[in-house]
């Protein structure tokens, strides 16, 4: 059967239209979901502290539930991919995302940092991601919980770098002043 063509057109605008919905549905529901899991990063502080490692470029991956790295977080922008820089200062861990907040990760709530061959949106074998683990804490609404952050750093040889600095940091939270 034939369609004139702006039958055809009509149908195609239709079925994309339906589709864009869906989409948009679906991070909705991703984004409701999370928040009432998972409670909203803190904000950075004004003084971050001496820089222990970086700026390093990298791409966010995504932050999910601890220990399940199929479980994206939807809530408060933490599963939206983007590129990103990643500075380590005595204060925690910045993840400065292009078209989505900062996200600080308090070095108190730092417990370790790994490398991983992929998690939930991203999956390069090798342990070509940095995995760091971290407690956000309450926010009054939400009880604190723990979370999986993952970025790909832009040249390989920053990925044990970064794993080291959140290692150390994790373990030696407040660095000595001489």
């Known amino acids: 059967m034939n369609l ?7 149908i195609w605008i239709v079925i994309g239209l339906l589709l864009l919905v869906v989409i948009v549905l679906g991070l909705l529901r991703l984004t409701r979901r999370g928040g ?15 820089l222990r490692l970086g700026p390093l470029d990298a791409t966010y991956v995504s932050t999910t539930l601890a220990g399940d790295w ?3 977080v939807g809530a408060h922008r933490l599963g939206e991919r ?24 308090p070095a108190a709530a730092l417990r370790g940092a790994a490398l991983a061959p992929g998690m ?3 999956y390069v074998g090798a342990d070509g ?22 970025v ?14 959140v290692r150390d940091l994790a373990a030696h939270p407040l660095k000595e002043n001489p």
Do not use: C, M, N, Y
Not at 93 to 102: F, N, Q
Not at 159 to 165: C, F, I, N, P, Q
């Open 4 to 10: 004139p063509f702006p039958v055809a057109i009509g």
């Open 36 to 50: 009432d899991v998972v409670p909203a990063p803190p904000a950075p502080p004004a003084d971050l502290g001496a």
């Open 70 to 72: 199929l479980a994206r």
């Open 82 to 105: 983007s590129a990103a820089t990643v500075t380590v200062h005595d204060s925690g861990v910045l993840v400065e995302r292009s078209g989505a907040p900062a996200l600080f990760l």
């Open 120 to 122: 939930a949106g991203k």
């Open 129 to 150: 991601l940095v995995v760091v683990t971290w407690q956000a804490p309450s926010d009054g609404a939400v009880d604190a919980a723990d979370l999986d952050t993952g």
């Open 152 to 165: 790909r750093t832009r040249h390989p040889a920053d990925r044990s770098r970064l794993v080291d600095a």
